[in-house]
């Protein structure tokens, strides 16, 4: 029985205390835009310095790896929230950062002729011989 409490305790104290407070919630993601966010010298400049910063030493396994990375450009070109979905933890986490290690900032979406929060995703593929 004084299990049940403590445990009982410890999961309502961490149900307590793991809510966020305070915090303003993030603008939200304008529809349909005028211009797509872009990174300065086009995506293939975006992929380059994603190759050069990514580290593969990480990644165990053998085999070819996908991933999907999505991040949101933000009104002022910073990028924030970076995910990666994929198959392998490995190479989402190295992906992840490498992304985030990119310090030049994208130009933004546009709607009604300002700058817009916007959804940024693109899929890597990594063969580990």
């Keep these: ?20 407070v305070g915090v303003a919630p993030k603008e939200t993601v304008v529809g349909p835009v005028e211009q797509q966010a872009s990174f300065p010298g086009g995506i293939a400049a975006f992929r380059t310095e994603f190759v050069n910063n990514i580290k593969t030493k990480d990644i165990k396994q053998k085999g070819v790896f996908r991933t999907t990375v999505s991040f949101m450009v933000e009104k002022d070109g910073t990028i924030s929230d970076v ?11 190295a992906s992840v950062a490498a992304v985030k290690k990119i310090k030049t900032k994208w130009i933004p979406a546009m709607s009604d002729g300002k700058p817009a929060r916007s959804q940024f995703r693109f899929p890597a593929a990594f063969n580990a011989e």
């Design 83 to 93: 995910k990666a979905e994929g198959a392998n933890a490995d190479f989402n986490t």
């Design 1 to 20: 029985m004084k299990k049940l409490i403590l445990i009982f305790g410890i999961f309502s104290s961490i149900l307590t205390f793991s809510q966020e």
